[in-house]
């Protein structure tokens, strides 16, 4: 359960890339730099060094514990157990990915180009860790400009690019993100996650989704659902460390 589970983890955001391999690099270069947040969009990123959260994380009858530490804009690194034991894990720097299968004795070493084979879309490091974060995701392209429009309390930014249409919905009271959507009308496929139970970090007081609700959308089959609830997230409390070791007679996959 717990390698599905990752992969699930990492298989939402890559409905962030582009279904056409054409209009996204997506080698050890791509998007190092990060498009800047438009002045009219009134979300408020979470401002951290390091961030650590653990929970749960739900998938169809499935269930298990995740642990969750991100170094800002450098490292994400993720753990997946049921039952207090480890099934895997992931270490993700801006231009690598490192996976490591427990149940089945197997590990992966390399980059991105990895996760788009595994589920047919690309991705990068900014769209995994603004979905984790519930952060506002800022377009690939500084020349794709946004259109920003308030209803009420809710302020709808949203943009097309590389074939997407991206909405983000701004929850004005609290600042924050609390719904994304990508579509990708030619093949019908769609992401949205939906941040709920927002609580205030410690040292901040900055409010942050305790609970995300991922479903992806593919064509015309039934919808996969991600539950994630952490019960605890600190942000720079210590200095994280996030290891990561291949035990000897692991396989590599290719």
């Known amino acids: 359960m717990s390698n599905r589970l990752l992969l699930v983890l990492l298989g939402a955001t890559l409905m962030l890339g582009s279904c056409n391999r054409k209009l996204l690099s997506i080698g050890s270069k791509a998007n190092k730099t990060t498009v800047p947040m438009p002045e009219s969009?009134?979300?408020?990123?979470?401002?951290?060094?390091?961030?650590?959260?653990?929970?749960?994380?739900q998938f169809d009858q499935q269930s298990g514990n995740i642990n969750v530490r991100i170094r800002k804009d450098s490292v994400i690194w993720i753990s997946a157990s049921l039952i207090g034991v480890e099934g895997g894990r992931?270490?993700?720097?801006?231009?690598?990915?490192?996976?490591?299968?427990?149940?089945?004795?197997e590990y992966y070493a390399g980059d991105f180009a990895y996760l788009s084979k595994r589920l047919n879309v690309p991705v990068n490091f900014d769209m995994l860790q603004a979905l984790l974060l519930g952060n506002y995701l800022a377009p690939l392209s500084a020349a794709t400009q946004p259109t920003v429009t308030t209803d009420g309390p809710v302020q709808r930014v949203n943009y097309e690019?590389?074939?997407?249409?991206?909405?983000?919905l701004v929850n004005l009271e609290r600042g924050r993100i609390q719904q994304l959507q990508v579509q990708v009308p030619a093949s019908e496929n769609k992401l949205t996650v939906d941040y709920s139970d927002f609580r205030p970090l410690e040292r901040t007081a900055q409010p942050f989704a305790h609970s995300s609700l991922v479903q992806v959308q593919q064509?015309?089959?039934?919808?996969?659902?991600?539950?994630?609830?952490?019960?605890s997230v600190d942000v720079d409390k210590e200095r994280l460390q996030f290891p990561f070791s291949v035990p000897k007679g692991y396989a590599r996959k290719k």
């Not at 969009?41 to 994380?57: C, E, P, S, T, Y």
């Not at 992931?90 to 490192?98: A, K, P």
């Not at 089959?221 to 019960?231: G, M, N, V």
């Open 41 to 57: 969009v009134r979300a408020a990123n979470v401002d951290f060094r390091f961030l650590a959260a653990k929970g749960k994380a």
């Open 161 to 168: 690019q590389a074939g997407l249409l991206v909405q983000q």
């Open 219 to 231: 064509g015309q089959a039934a919808p996969s659902t991600l539950t994630i609830t952490y019960r």
């Open 90 to 105: 992931i270490y993700i720097t801006r231009d690598s990915v490192q996976v490591l299968d427990k149940l089945h004795r």
